[in-house]
């Protein structure tokens, strides 16, 4: 966004804020107050000066204060992911100071660790057990063959143990083990022992009533306080909360714990691109301190302990679980309401449809990296 933008809010340009929008959204092939359902409606004349302030901020704090809508919000994000719209929009200092801030503080460091657990992952477990499946997986379900959520889920817990290579006795690190739907997955269908941890007081207490009479441990900690040593070692859904300043502690401790003849599958979401922004509406709102790893970070910061063994991309699974999930918070809205405010609901709504947007137009990536400790003698034959 240049000068002669930014100027046109103050009054002193040619083209006001509607224009520069309606211009910028035609791009996309979207329309302001047009018909199709990823066209949106415009509620609230200053719209237009708030989003060209304040950028990504100000479209989704517009959408929370019902300043617009939009019928089909995520196609409105994957046209406008495709068409680069949000390298088009401004970005304020505060933002640019974040990313600044990245490169010299550690956002993910201890005492900021338990942010996110206290801000999104403890919101409330009635919330969770009416949006997500009946093994509680909050990352991406694999599709391949299924054509439920609990399926799809199902199947991402069976590929990973099959990865893995499970066998009974064999002892399981669950490294952000969230509800504990794979620790108990694993321990009851692979006979295998499970330590998982987690950041988060809620989940754990959900979690030790779930695997209750399983051989399955759920702690509170941090992964920096790691002293244990396993066959196995799995991190589903968390590493996008370890932060770059972290990337080689994280991986130099798994190494740690693992036996050497073990495996270790990294299930994450990656950017394409190596940079440390994060969307600053998804910062402030879902989640705190969090930055989407890509290819190069994960490789470059694992390759002293760890040989790959796989890498597997199923990113554009994540956008038809993500609008199971959709379909299934709105289904409970009328039971979740009392709960929660009007302005959550729109929230949580925005960031579901931004993120399935994101993986259709495939901005983001789901991947599961296969490691081991000193390469697997003849190989693996890796399951798909």
Same mark, same amino acid.
């Given at each position: 966004m240049n000068s002669s933008c930014?100027?046109?809010?103050?009054?002193?340009?040619?083209?006001?804020?509607?224009?520069i929008i309606e211009e910028m959204l035609g791009a996309a092939g979207i329309a302001v107050n047009g018909g199709r359902p990823f066209d949106i409606q415009v509620k609230h004349p200053h719209f237009f000066r708030r989003v060209l302030r304040q950028g990504s901020m100000g479209l989704g704090e517009s959408y929370m204060d019902?300043?617009?809508e939009c019928e089909r919000l995520d196609v409105f994000f994957q046209r406008a992911l495709r068409a680069g719209l949000e390298h088009r929009l401004p970005r304020r200092w505060r933002d640019a100071l974040y990313?600044?801030?990245?490169?010299?503080?550690?956002?993910?460091?201890?005492?900021r660790a338990r942010h996110v657990g206290e801000r999104h992952y403890d919101l409330g477990n009635d919330l969770f057990l009416a949006m997500l499946d009946p093994h509680m997986q909050y990352s991406c379900g694999y599709w391949k063959d299924a054509e439920t959520l609990a399926r799809a889920q199902e199947a991402k817990l069976g590929l990973i143990c099959d990865k893995l290579q499970l066998a009974p006795g064999m002892r399981l690190l669950d490294v952000g083990c969230g509800w504990g739907g794979l620790a108990a997955y694993a321990a009851r269908r692979y006979g295998v022992s499970v330590t998982g941890i987690t950041i988060s007081e809620q989940q754990r207490q959900l979690a030790l009533r779930r695997c209750e009479g399983l051989d399955v441990e759920i702690l509170l900690q941090d992964y920096r306080h790691l002293d244990l040593r396993a066959d196995r070692i799995v991190s589903v859904g968390m590493f996008e909360?370890?932060?770059p300043?972290?990337? %080689?502690?994280? !991986?130099?401790?798994?190494?740690?714990? @693992?036996?050497?003849?073990? $495996?270790f599958?990294?299930?994450?979401?990656?950017?394409?691109?190596?940079?440390?922004r994060i969307d600053p509406w998804i910062e402030k709102y879902i989640f705190p301190n969090g930055c989407l790893p890509s290819a190069s970070h994960v490789a470059a910061a694992s390759e002293r302990c760890w040989v790959m063994e796989d890498w597997h991309n199923f990113g554009a699974d994540y956008d038809r679980t993500l609008m199971a999930w959709l379909q299934r918070f709105q289904q409970a809205w009328p039971q979740l309401a009392p709960a929660y405010s009007a302005r959550f609901y729109r929230m949580f709504t925005y960031y579901l449809n931004a993120? %399935?947007?994101? !993986?259709?137009?495939?901005?983001?990536? @789901?991947?599961?990296?296969? $490691?081991s400790r000193q390469?697997?003698?003849g190989g693996l034959r890796v399951a798909r």
């Open positions: 930014l100027e046109s809010e103050r009054g002193n340009a040619r083209q006001p804020a509607r224009a019902g300043w617009w990313a600044l801030s990245a490169r010299w503080v550690n956002l993910q460091s201890l005492r909360h370890v932060g300043r972290n990337y %080689a502690a994280y !991986f130099e401790t798994l190494a740690r714990c @693992l036996k050497p003849d073990g $495996l599958l990294l299930h994450t979401i990656g950017s394409n691109a190596t940079d440390l993120c %399935a947007g994101a !993986f259709r137009a495939r901005d983001l990536q @789901l991947w599961q990296v296969l $490691l390469g697997v003698e």
